[in-house]
């Protein structure tokens, strides 16, 4: 069981039922947009990023994305970090038809994916940020004629959710990949 000093913000029940045999953390679920009309819930999560941070995980279809960045809009102070999941194509157990993006949300992940998803925090504090927007832009990520193609066959090639902008793409390296994976991946494409 990973121990968390942050809370773990996720968009459901099931979700949240996943990660209790992972984490050891508060977990607060989003209701899916419904998060945004409990003002008091909305209120939580921000006293949460101020006095210990909160880390946002949500699925890696469309909806989540829409999720994660109008949580991290609604929270003005503290700290969030972001963890993702890969693009997992299926149906999760419960459900009798796959989502309409076809892609695993957090409770059809394999626990030993969520497990090494949240490994970084392990020691209490973030993990260390060695993907920069400068970093992306030497490595022809940013800012290039051909680096939004480059970012999407990157992406595919570390297994990472499809439809990161360059942005977007910096937190999830620095979550989930080290620097020689990334430098192998980068090899390939080029």
Do not use: C, W
């Not at 909806?63 to 929270?75: D, H, P, T, Y």
Request: hydrophobic content about 40%.
């Amino acid at each position: 069981m990973i121990k968390l000093k942050q809370a773990v913000i996720v968009e459901g029940k099931y979700d949240k039922i996943k990660l209790s045999g992972i984490i050891d953390a508060v977990i607060i679920t989003t209701d899916g947009f419904g998060v945004f009309k409990n003002s008091e819930k909305l209120e939580l999560i921000r006293v949460f990023a101020k006095r210990h941070g909160v880390i946002i995980l949500t699925d890696s279809d469309s909806a989540g994305f829409l999720i994660r960045n109008r949580l991290k809009s609604k929270i003005n102070e503290g700290e969030i970090f972001n963890v993702y999941i890969p693009d997992i194509f299926g149906k999760e157990k419960r459900k009798t038809a796959p989502s309409a993006e076809n892609k695993l949300g957090v409770e059809g992940i394999d626990a030993e994916i969520l497990r090494k998803a949240f490994e970084p925090f392990i020691s209490g504090s973030a993990p260390k940020s060695i993907f920069t927007r400068e970093r992306l832009f030497a490595d022809g990520l940013l800012g290039g004629k051909n680096s939004s193609e480059l970012r999407r066959k990157l992406q595919k090639e570390l297994n990472l959710p499809e439809g990161l902008t360059a942005k977007a793409l910096i937190p999830v390296l620095n979550a989930l990949i080290n620097d020689e994976d990334y430098l192998k991946a980068l090899e390939k494409l080029l």
